[in-house]
């Protein structure tokens, strides 16, 4: 049974490793959080790794991102992404096709615990207000 992720928390605060955050970023991107709260769950069931998304069936991947819109743009950007990301140094997030300015701060926030950033996010922002009270 694949479990959605709760609404309490940001999608940030409920996946495993930065591949998974990457991947929930791109899924973010023009979409609300509630779709990509149940889509991501499925999404890494089929696909747990890069490795997996990067060999899986295009129309397979497609199925499952589709209630998010955006399905070929998505898919291209979650591949590219998937493989800049096997050979990512692990510093800078936009380096990884896909991911600009909200994807580089929440990795900064989520994942290398740098608080200083200045997110222009919504959520971001009130996420650091949250922990620097």
């Known amino acids: 049974m694949i479990i959605p992720l709760k ?19 791109i899924m973010l991107n023009q979409t609300g959080r509630k ?21 899986a069936d295009e129309y397979v991947v497609k199925a499952i991102i589709a209630p998010l819109g955006m399905v070929n743009v998505r898919y ?5 992404m998937s493989q ?7 510093n800078d997030a936009t ?3 896909g991911i600009g300015k909200y994807g580089s ?9 740098n608080y200083t950033v200045q997110p222009t996010d919504k ?10 009270k």
Do not use: C
């Open 35 to 55: 779709p990509v709260k149940t889509t991501l769950p499925k999404f890494l069931h089929w696909f747990p790794t890069p490795q997996a998304l990067i060999n």
């Open 95 to 97: 380096m990884l096709y």
């Open 84 to 90: 800049d990301y096997l050979t990512w140094d692990g």
């Open 105 to 113: 701060d929440s990795y900064e926030i989520f994942f290398k615990h």
């Open 7 to 25: 609404d309490d928390l940001m999608v940030q605060q409920q996946i495993k490793n930065s591949w998974e955050h990457m991947v929930g970023v």
């Open 76 to 80: 291209k950007r979650l591949v590219r």
């Open 123 to 132: 959520e971001l922002i009130k996420y650091l207000i949250g922990v620097n």
